[in-house]
């Protein structure tokens, strides 16, 4: 049997797993400010010369100017899915925060009390299950897979992910120290800010939901991106090696979903739409040329590109970029969806899904 590398939970492993989770909802909140690239850069202390907009793809992006933070993100993103879902929070068996930042009332980190419990009491779900996951980029999704698991097994009957990234201040303080293309901190230049949210609930075997969920952490790469408190900037910095990253993430991929798509039994064609983490258009648009030529084959559509409008919003990507694809009405009842995380560590995860009806015909009327 050919070593795997992706830790994996299917649809299809058995009578262990009687159960399927489906997608019931997903929800999102943006910020009202919309700060563009050229107004980031203006901001520079240092004359960088740096074209970031041909560079990233990035117009623009949405930041709390301190009037929201993670807390207020992640409750007003979960109150918009279970409105979209017409889901009573009361019904809700956990509820899990997965975002990187957890700031509440200015920038300090809150690790106890949780961001899930703060999340649940204010969102009405007081007496479900609260526990905080953070996976970096791939927080949300790391979520999923856990909660996707349960409700295979029968553990519990409904769960919300949940994240609220106020990120931007990392954009701010880099702006202060940036003097040319090279430097480190340049990924921080592509953040936005945002709340997602995603309603998962049980489901009869060969219903419509997550068909697998697999991830694998490549942890040779695990010091090319590091965020910490340093000197006297509000926050944190983050320092990343971006190209080194981004040839990582492009070279191991395709390997990676080989497996899948074998475990799943279909083929890269049979993906209807991809939704990978959101850092630039240009590294989107290499890595799904990567994988075309590796597969011989695409996905049905090109891959979904929000980066231009929104920023890298960080673990709230993926759900950020589904619900625009919703709202928009690109994706129809019965398509397959590949989420692809690609977050510092390296994670590599990867969610297919298959979206029903009921779900679809929610969103593209005003929500």
Known sequence: MPRRWLVMETAGDGASAPFVARLAGAGRH?????LTTDELMATTRHRTHIDLERLTGIRERRVSVGDEDSYSLATSAALNCLATAQQDPGELDVVISCSITKFRGGLTQWLEPTMSGAVARAIGAPQAMTFDVSNACAGM?????ILNNWIRQGAIKRGLVVS??????????????????MSKELACLTLGDAGAALLLERAPAGSAGIALAGFTTV?????????????HDPGARMFTNSRAIQKAAIADTPL?????????GISIHDIDHVITHQTSARAIRKGM??????????PRHDAVITVDRYGNTASTTHTVALVEELEARNIQPGERVALLALASGLEIGVVVLTLDEDLVNRYGHGH
Do not use: K, W
């Open 30 to 34: 943006l910020p009202e400010t919309r």
């Open 141 to 145: 999704l790391t979520g999923v897979t």
């Open 164 to 181: 609220g990234e106020y990120i931007s201040q990392l954009s701010h303080n880099a702006a202060r120290h940036i003097r040319n293309i």
């Open 219 to 231: 942890a040779d790469y695990s010091r090319l991106c590091l965020a910490y408190p340093q000197g």
């Open 256 to 264: 990676l979903l080989n497996e899948v798509l074998d475990a799943v």
């Open 289 to 298: 040329a990567r994988m075309a030529e590796t597969f011989g084959d695409s």
